[in-house]
Nanobody, 122 residues
Framework: QVQLVESGGGLVQAGGSLRLSCAAS????????MGWFRQAPGKEREFVAV????????NYADSVKGRFTISRDNAKNTVYLQMNSLKPEDTAVYYC???????????????WGQGTQVTVSS
């Protein structure tokens, strides 16, 4: 059964930090690149970051490079997103999903979890 459970969101002031977590089912997580996406009000969901199965390769959207760091713990089937220097434009619902590879920016599954809300105040 596919399962994606995101957590760690909240309200933070601009310049602050948050760490998001995503617990995935073994079927979704094992052997796959994993990534984060976000959807702001009135906008389409967009790619944020991806990490390869082994963790050696990562890729980021230009808008978050240098501020966000993706990591994973394969023993816990969990992927993380450390977000620093947050900006009001980072406000969105954040989701995780599997991807075909660390070069991809498109999810490999059309199932989504409930997401976690991140709100950055100015």
């Amino acid at each position: 059964q596919v399962q994606l459970v995101e957590s760690g969101g909240g309200l933070v002031q601009a310049g602050g930090s948050l760490r998001l977590s995503c617990a995935a089912s073994r079927r979704t997580f094992s052997g796959n690149a994993m990534g984060w996406f976000r959807q702001a009000p009135g906008k389409e969901r967009e790619f944020v970051a991806v990490i390869s199965w082994g963790g050696g390769n990562t890729n980021y959207a230009d808008s978050v490079k240098g501020r966000f760091t993706i990591s994973r713990d394969n023993a816990k089937n969990t992927v993380y997103l450390q977000m620093n220097s947050l900006k009001p434009e980072d406000t969105a619902v954040y989701y995780c999903n599997a991807l075909e590879s660390s070069r991809s920016k498109v999810p490999s599954d059309d199932y989504w979890g409930q997401g976690t809300q991140v709100t950055v105040s100015s």
